[in-house]
């Protein structure tokens, strides 16, 4: 099975940090995702890359950028975080060979912006 | 615009009765079809998919779902609910195209009562 490994479960950073949450695959997935998860509104598409060192905006990247420099690794960066980033975030990876288009989901990176 | 409408927020059911979670989707063509389960702390786990062919499919956990294409629906049923089931449900639409991100109904909260 496609094992998507997000390193940080829980995290708590201060307004105006800079925060790295990094996301893993192990299955040679071209396409990766980054989602965040809010109550009421469900998941919205951050940004997401289709290859090594190429990535394209989601629905709501203002605040965002993210890495990828290895295919197996994902990374979404808060360069100055806000309290309004305090959310559920997802990773995601997709087979584009398969013909489907399922994603797989990592367990979640719960940040807290104080 | 595509969209996903889940339109009951929250729903509770008695342990051993019959459930059915609603999905509306709006979208150009007929896409991709699927139903997530995230219990709490955890990350998307798939329950089922529609591609094509018989519009009623099978999932996991005793789940299935049916695409009625003429209501725009893909509404997610089960005979028996058990308290394991208890969990947050998220419909999802996709394009016939490999690789692409999916876009989500802001979710069904199932309470399990006994």
């Known amino acids: 099975d496609v094992k998507v490994t997000q390193s940080s479960r829980y995290l708590v950073k201060r307004t105006g940090e800079k925060v790295f949450l990094e996301c893993v695959q192990d299955?040679?997935?071209?396409?990766m995702f980054w989602y965040r998860q809010d109550p009421g509104l469900g998941l919205r598409l951050i940004y997401f890359s289709y290859d090594v060192k190429m990535k394209e905006k989601g629905d709501i990247p203002e605040g965002y950028s993210v890495s990828r420099e290895k295919k197996e690794r994902f990374s979404l960066i808060l360069e100055s975080a806000s309290t309004n980033q305090t959310s559920m975030y997802l990773c995601a990876s997709i087979d584009n060979n398969s013909g489907a288009n399922v994603l797989t989901f990592g367990a979640g990176s719960r940040l807290t912006v104080l | 615009a595509q969209s996903v409408t889940q339109p009951d927020i929250h729903i509770t059911v008695s342990e051993g009765a019959s459930l059915e979670l609603r999905c509306n989707y709006s979208y150009g063509a007929t896409p991709y079809l699927f139903w997530y389960v995230q219990s709490p702390g955890q990350g998307l786990q798939l329950l089922l998919k529609?591609?094509?062919?018989?519009?009623l499919v099978q999932g996991i956990k005793g789940f299935e779902a049916e695409f009625k294409r003429s209501q725009s629906s893909f509404n997610l049923r089960k005979p028996s609910v058990h308290w394991s089931d208890a969990a947050e449900y998220f419909c999802a639409v996709g394009p016939h195209q490999a690789g692409t991100a999916l876009i989500f109904g802001k979710g069904t909260t199932l309470s399990v009562s006994s």
């Open positions: 529609y591609f094509s062919g018989d519009t």
């Open positions: 299955m040679d997935h071209e396409n």
